[in-house]
């Protein structure tokens, strides 16, 4: 198969470690502007990077569906624990390292000059070789392109980046504090905790100047994990896991729950309302003018689903669990959540797709 992206790319390093680690013979293409803005689309719906081109002619993309039907196909050492109270656990950690630190990655990607300029020039080097405009300008409107979609239109300005980079340290403290006793999230072999946190925490956090700054320097355990899942392979790495959800665990789903959790419920009642854009108040910050995203409706829609297909002790776990840091309220608050997304379950193929910054009400 062939793996469509970037070697910058947040999502794209998220499916690469995947792949890496479940050793999934597959092709690099560096994704140029035309594969993005025509083949992409033409053949999955979405202007999404990575995409996936399969050997009988089929397209994904989405890496959360993408890496569950490729579990299907590669069944040996899954990612996903075998204790569904920790599968769980494992998709609320994956759904908030693909959507909430998807913000502070963008931010100290984009609002950092040391940052900005260093990517702008290794997309604009990697991805549009086939653009015939000169290359300073192909980075003076990629880096204003970014700062603009990714940082001022997601909420970041002087009222919240004092939030939004707190996040960022809050996770980066809880994580090595993990890691000090135990080599992946959950043990010893990634699960789809550690795959999911590879999209912002590789690629992102620990690449770019300014975040990979603050990691070696107040976090390098965290940094030794990176490295560490990016040389993971199952057929070596299938170690144990540890029993249950470990106590080291509860700020980081305190925090998904004050940050992640707080702005699915938010987003999700402004798509039933029929808005285009709301505000939502994180942690004592006012985020303002957010749009509206049917993809993240679709995101609370899935969590809340997989949270009642639990048997009844593992609900009962995973209750208790988030019940004392405040998540379970946030996660059950808003009932009967329908994104109208995927309703005939044909993600990751096709033209299931939908951008996750596209407003689409039925």
């Known amino acids: ?16 470690s995947y792949f890496h680690y479940k050793e999934i013979p597959h092709e690099f293409k560096s994704m140029t502007v035309k594969d993005f ?11 999404q990077m990575p995409a996936v081109e399969l050997d009988d002619g089929r397209w994904m993309t989405d890496t959360s569906p993408i890496i569950d039907w490729l579990e299907t196909q590669y069944p040996e050492h899954p990612i996903l624990p075998d204790d569904p109270a920790q599968a769980f656990i494992c998709r609320l950690i994956e759904d908030y390292a693909d959507e909430w630190l998807w913000r502070p990655a963008m931010h100290y990607r984009w609002s950092y000059p040391a940052s900005a300029k260093l990517l702008a020039r290794q997309i604009v080097d990697e991805m549009t070789v086939d653009v015939k405009v000169p290359a300073w300008l192909k980075r003076n409107r990629t880096e ?4 603009g979609n990714f940082v001022l239109r997601d909420g970041v300005n002087d009222q919240t980046r004092a939030n939004v980079e707190q996040g960022y ?18 043990g010893d072999r990634p699960t789809l905790a550690d795959i999911g946190l590879m999209g912002p925490l590789f690629r992102h956090f620990a690449m770019d100047p300014t975040p990979g700054n603050i990691m070696r320097e107040t976090a390098p355990g965290v940094i030794a994990w990176v490295y560490r899942v990016w040389n993971a392979r199952a057929s070596r790495d299938h170690g144990q896991l540890v029993s249950g959800v470990p106590d080291d665990l509860l700020p980081l789903i305190k925090e998904i729950g004050e940050t992640h959790l707080q702005a699915l419920c938010a987003n ?8 285009s854009h709301y505000d939502v108040k994180v942690q004592g910050a006012p985020y303002t003018g957010l749009q509206t995203s049917q993809y993240r409706v679709w995101c609370l829609e899935m969590l809340q689903k997989r949270f009642k297909a639990l048997d009844d002790a593992s609900r009962e776990t995973v209750s208790r669990l988030l019940d004392t840091q405040g998540a379970l309220e946030l996660l059950l608050h808003l009932t009967d959540v329908k994104s109208g997304y995927d309703e005939d379950g044909k993600a990751p193929f096709g033209h299931a797709s939908l951008p996750v910054f596209k407003h689409v009400k039925n």
Do not use: H
């Open 37 to 47: 803005t025509r083949t992409i689309p033409a053949k999955t719906g979405a202007m």
């Open 144 to 147: 204003k392109r970014q700062f």
């Open 268 to 275: 999700a009642k402004a798509w039933s309302n029929g808005d």
């Open 1 to 16: 198969m062939k793996l469509y992206g970037l070697k910058c790319s947040y999502f794209t390093g998220k499916l690469e």
């Open 169 to 186: 340290k809050t996770l980066l403290k809880v994580l090595n504090n993990v890691f000090a006793s135990r080599r992946f999230v959950f």
